[in-house]
């Protein structure tokens, strides 16, 4: 056998060896972007299954909140009386417990009773909604010395009682008038309750 017999022989190997080195040099630079594009891409996918999976904690949180929320307000459906709720929302407390003063004045007003005078506590230290939910309810409470009659006295303390809102009246102090007995000086202690 002579020489170009043996180189023959070794032809097609060594051909195929040279193809497949160029399809490496030529297929390896594309594979190895593409191997990187995987990676980056495998690891968007885990950022946005971490942040998929927080928002889905916060929305289970909001959901929980929101069934709180809903289960307190058959609590209080189940008292009978609603709070009071403002018509416009972002209001400072004042303003918010104004709204509901103004319906308790309106009975006063309506029952002929005069009012002497009128202190504000905007903090009950001792009241339970203050305590456990002052973060859901305006809690006022007012101090009034009132003058009045017996029969008109009786007619707002009726009216109080099937006032349309949550309150609490905390105490009525009654005196008599020395010079005339049918008129009565009134301390009368109520708090007032609104959903912030």
């Known amino acids: ?10 032809l097609i190997p060594l051909l195929l060896l040279a193809v497949a080195l160029i399809c490496i040099g030529y ?24 942040q998929i999976q927080e928002r889905q904690a916060k929305l289970e949180q909001y959901q929980r909140k929101e069934q709180e929320e809903a289960a307190k307000e058959q609590e209080n459906k189940k008292l009978g009386k609603p709070f009071y709720k403002p018509v416009l929302t972002g209001l400072d407390q004042e303003a918010v417990i104004a709204g509901e003063f103004a319906e308790i004045l309106q009975l006063v007003r309506a029952n002929q009773i005069k009012v002497r005078s009128i202190k504000y506590n905007y903090k009950p230290e001792n ?5 456990s939910a002052g973060s859901q ?10 003058i009045g009659n017996y029969s008109n006295y ?7 009682y099937k006032h349309d809102h949550f309150l609490d009246i905390q105490s009525a102090e009654i005196v008599p008038y020395k010079k ?7 301390n009368f202690r109520v708090r007032l309750y609104a959903k912030k």
């Open 1 to 10: 056998m002579d020489n170009s017999e043996k180189l023959r022989q070794f």
């Open 27 to 50: 297929f390896a630079p594309k594979i190895w972007e593409n191997y990187q594009g995987y990676l980056s891409t495998k690891s968007e996918v885990e950022q946005k299954q971490a």
């Open 127 to 131: 009241d339970a909604f203050f305590q």
């Open 137 to 146: 309810y305006h809690v006022a409470e007012l101090k009034m010395e009132m």
């Open 154 to 160: 009786d007619n707002f303390l009726k009216e109080m």
């Open 180 to 186: 005339n007995k049918r008129i009565l000086l009134i």
